[in-house]
C-alpha cells in the first residue's frame, strides 16, 4: 500500500522538480510513512509513500523493467499476483522482487491494456513510458483507491489525494459548483468529480492515458448487473457463495504483516471474520466502535460475537464530545464536503488499529450493494409494486420496513403511506430507488446558490455510463445508483480509504471482489431481497451453520453516527464551530446562498436536539464541512507537507540530462 504523486509534462520548473515531487509526496505521507522513492528526469516526477505490507525487503518503489523503458508508481494490491507471476514467468518474464508492484508492470509491459481484466485487488497506479514519453493512469474497478489528475497549463498533474495539488507552484482551490450541486442534491460527488476546479477523478474501472497534450479515458470493466441468470437450486447457491467468499477472504489475507478484522456485529463484517479464522491458528484481532448512545450501540452484538468466534477484541468507545473533538482532522482526509459524521469513529477506530501494530483489516464494505441489504432496495420493491398492493397489504408491508427502528410503530407506517403514495405516482422515474433520498436533500440543494442541477448532472452520468441502465428493474437500478454514489464517492473513500490511510491502516473488501458481485447479480431477486421485505437472505442462509443465530438471523442495522447533535449539544467548546458558521466566515463561500445559510444555522441552533430531521441533520454536516473547507483550503491553500518526509528512508531515481543517478 503505497500513496502515489507526480506530474507529467513540466517544462516551466525544471530546476525545482525533486523539490516539487518531494514536497507532493510528503502531503501523503501518512499513507505510507515506511519509506518514499521518486523518479525525475526534465519534464517528469512522481513517486510513492510506501507502508510496508508485501515484500518488505525488496518491494522499494518506483520500479523499473530491466530496460528502464517503463516505471510504475503503485498503489494497493493486486490479490491475485502469485498466480498472475506464474503466469507471467510461463511467458518468459524474469521478476527481481518478490513484489505485487513488479508483477502488475510486467503484465503491463506483457499483455498491456488486457493486462488490467487479469487483475483482482484494489489499486491505483501510474505507468510511465520513457520511450514514448507518455503515462497511464489506472484505477481498480469499483474505486478502492483514490486517484486524482488536474491540467495546469500543459502539465498533468495526478495523486493519491488532491492535498498534494498544493506543492504545485501556483496552485490554488475554488470550488466546482456543479460538483457541489451534485453532492449537496445526491449525498456525494459524481465517480469522475474532484468537487474544486480542473480536478477530475479516474473512473473505477477506467484507466487515462496521457500523451503530449492528449488525455483519453478508457474503460475495462464496469459492473454487469443484468448477466446470465442462475439456473440452479437455492442450496447450489448458497455452496457457490460460501466458496467465493472464502476464496476471496484467502486472497486477502495475503501478506508479510498481521491481518485483522473489523466486527461491527452485523453479519457481513461477521462473515468476513469467520472466514479469516478459518484461515490461521492464531487469534486474530478484531475492531469495533460502540457509542455511548443506545441509539446508535451495537457493542453487544460485537461482545457476543468476539466471544464466539474467539477473537482477540479491541472497542473505541465513542463518548459525546469524540466526534466534533475529531471532526476536523478526520475531515483533512475526506478533502470533500461530507453529508454524515459516521466516518470520524472510523477515523478514530483505524487510529487504534494502528496503536495495536495491525496495518491491515478485512471490512464487510460491499455486502449490502451485492446482496440488497439497504432500506433502498426494499422502497424501490415496494413502490414499483404500490399499484398492485391492497392498502392493508401496503400498510403490512411499510410496518415491516424498517425493523432495526425500535421506535417505528403502526401509526409511523400510516403516516409514511400517503409519502409514499406520491412517489409511488411518478413510478416510471429513473431514480425510484433513491426517490425518497433525494427528496431529503432538497433542503441541503437550497444551500447553494445554484441548488438545483445535481440530479441532473448524476442522470446524465447514468446515462452515458450505462447503456442499458433505463431497461433494468428499478431494484437494479438502484444498485448501479449505489455503485456510483455511496459506495465509491463515501463508503470506499470517506469512511473507507480516507478513514484508514489517514492512520497508516490498509483496509480489504472481501464482498467486493468482482466474482462475487457477478454471481450475486445472476441470482433471483427472491433468493437476495425475499419477499421484498429481507435483505441478504440467501447470504444470511448460506452462512446460518458457522454464526451465532442471533448475528445470522439479525436484521439490518445501519451503522450510523450522531449528527449535528454531535456540534450542537457538545459539552466542551470548540471554536471552530462558531467560527465555520458564523456570518462572516459564511459571507466568504461564493457558492452558498448566505441568506439561506444563516437562516438555517439560526434554526438549527433554536432547535430541540430530539426534533432534529434528517434533512436537517444531513444539510447542518454538508454546511459545517463545506465551511472548514474552504477555509483550509480555498482561502488559506494549507500546507500539508511534513517535515518528517526528511527522516523517512528515500530513494531518488535521477534521470535529468544533467546525469542519470541513483541515490538513496
Not at 516539487?20 to 521518486?38: A, K, N, Q
Not at 478459518?278 to 452484538?301: C, L, P, R, W
Not at 433542503?443 to 442522470?459: I, P
Not at 458564523?582 to 439560526?602: G, H, M, N, P, Y
Amino acid at each position: 500500500m503505497c500513496g502515489i504523486a507526480g506530474f507529467f509534462n513540466s517544462e516551466r520548473y525544471p530546476g525545482e522538480h525533486e523539490t516539487i515531487v518531494r514536497d507532493m509526496l510528503s502531503t501523503i505521507l501518512f499513507r505510507g510513512p515506511d519509506e518514499i522513492g521518486y523518479y525525475i528526469n526534465d519534464t517528469v516526477g512522481f513517486g510513492t509513500t510506501r507502508l510496508s505490507i508485501i515484500d518488505l525487503s525488496t518491494g522499494s518503489q518506483p520500479i523499473c523493467d530491466e530496460t528502464e523503458r517503463y516505471w510504475i508508481a503503485y498503489n494497493g494490491e493486486v490479490y491475485n499476483y502469485v498466480e498472475l507471476r506464474r503466469e507471467l514467468e510461463a511467458c518468459g518474464r524474469k521478476f527481481r522482487t518478490g513484489s505485487d508492484t513488479e508483477v502488475v508492470l510486467q503484465a503491463w509491459i506483457e499483455w498491456g491494456f488486457d493486462s488490467l481484466a487479469r487483475f483482482n485487488g484494489g489499486y491505483a497506479f501510474c505507468i510511465y513510458d520513457a520511450q514514448e514519453n507518455s503515462i497511464v493512469l489506472v484505477r481498480d474497478r469499483f474505486g478502492k483507491r483514490p486517484l486524482f489528475y488536474a491540467k495546469t497549463g500543459e502539465t498533468v498533474l495526478f495523486a493519491s489525494e488532491m492535498k498534494a495539488f498544493g506543492s504545485w507552484p501556483g496552485w490554488s482551490y475554488s470550488w466546482d459548483a456543479a460538483a457541489l450541486q451534485t453532492v449537496f442534491s445526491c449525498w456525494t460527488p459524481l465517480p469522475s468529480d474532484g468537487c474544486y476546479q480542473d480536478v477530475k477523478q479516474v473512473l473505477p474501472g477506467c484507466c487515462v492515458f496521457v500523451s503530449g497534450a492528449k488525455i483519453e479515458q478508457k474503460r475495462y470493466w464496469q459492473p454487469d448487473l443484468s448477466p446470465r441468470p442462475f439456473t440452479g437450486t437455492k442450496r447450489e447457491a448458497e455452496e457457490q457463495i460460501r466458496n467465493l467468499l472464502t476464496e476471496s477472504v484467502r486472497l486477502r489475507l495475503r501478506s508479510d504483516v498481521e491481518v485483522g478484522t473489523y466486527l461491527s456485529g452485523g453479519i457481513d463484517s461477521a462473515i468476513v471474520t469467520k472466514l479469516a479464522q478459518n484461515f490461521t491458528d492464531k487469534q486474530i484481532h478484531t475492531f469495533s466502535v460502540a457509542f455511548e448512545s443506545d441509539e446508535f450501540d451495537e457493542s453487544g452484538y460485537q461482545t457476543r460475537l468476539s466471544e464466539s468466534l474467539g477473537t482477540r477484541h479491541h472497542v473505541v468507545k465513542v463518548v459525546q464530545d469524540d466526534i466534533a473533538r475529531n471532526f476536523p482532522a478526520a475531515l483533512d482526509h475526506c478533502e470533500i464536503p461530507v453529508f454524515r459524521t459516521a466516518f470520524v469513529p472510523l477515523f478514530m477506530l483505524s487510529n487504534a488499529v494502528q496503536k495495536a501494530g495491525i496495518k491491515v483489516v478485512l471490512t464487510g464494505e460491499g455486502a449490502d450493494e451485492c446482496f440488497l441489504g439497504y432500506d433502498i432496495f426494499k422502497e424501490a420493491h415496494l413502490l414499483r409494486s404500490w399499484s398492485e398492493m391492497s392498502a392493508p397489504d401496503r400498510g403490512e408491508f411499510i410496518s415491516g420496513m424498517y425493523p432495526y427502528l425500535k421506535h417505528f410503530t403502526a401509526a409511523n407506517a400510516r403516516f409514511l403511506v400517503p409519502i409514499y403514495e406520491r412517489h409511488a405516482d411518478d413510478s416510471m422515474r429513473w431514480s425510484l430507488s433513491h426517490s425518497l433520498r433525494f427528496a431529503n436533500s432538497a433542503l441541503s440543494a437550497r444551500l447553494l446558490r445554484t441548488g438545483v442541477g445535481g440530479e441532473e448532472r448524476l442522470l446524465q452520468h447514468m446515462q452515458s455510463e450505462h447503456h442499458g441502465f433505463f431497461q433494468w428493474d428499478a431494484v437494479q437500478r438502484g444498485q448501479m445508483l449505489e455503485f456510483e454514489t455511496l459506495l465509491s464517492g463515501y463508503l470506499l473513500s470517506s469512511q473507507g480509504d480516507r478513514s484508514t490511510l489517514g492512520n497508516s491502516v490498509e483496509n480489504r473488501c472481501p464482498f467486493l471482489d468482482y466474482r462475487v458481485l457477478e454471481f450475486a447479480a445472476s441470482l433471483p431477486l427472491s433468493m437476495r431481497l425475499e419477499n421484498g421485505l429481507k435483505e441478504k437472505q440467501i447470504l444470511k442462509d448460506a452462512f446460518a451453520s458457522m454464526l451465532p443465530s442471533e448475528i445470522s438471523a439479525r436484521s439490518k442495522q445501519p451503522y450510523r453516527a450522531p449528527d449535528a447533535v454531535s456540534f450542537l449539544a457538545s459539552t466542551a467548546k470548540f471554536d471552530y464551530i462558531d467560527d465555520a458558521l458564523s456570518a462572516d466566515e459564511l459571507r466568504k463561500i461564493d457558492v452558498l446562498d448566505q441568506d439561506t445559510c444563516l437562516r438555517f444555522v439560526e434554526l438549527m441552533r433554536s432547535k430541540a436536539h430530539d426534533k432534529i430531521s434528517q434533512s436537517e441533520n444531513q444539510a447542518f454536516v454538508l454546511l459545517l464541512s463545506l465551511s472548514l473547507l474552504n477555509y483550509a483550503l480555498v482561502r488559506h491553500g494549507r500546507d500539508f507537507r511534513n517535515a518528517r518526509v526528511h527522516s523517512v528512508p528515500c530513494t531518488v531515481y535521477d534521470r535529468r540530462s544533467s546525469g542519470a543517478r541513483i541515490r538513496a
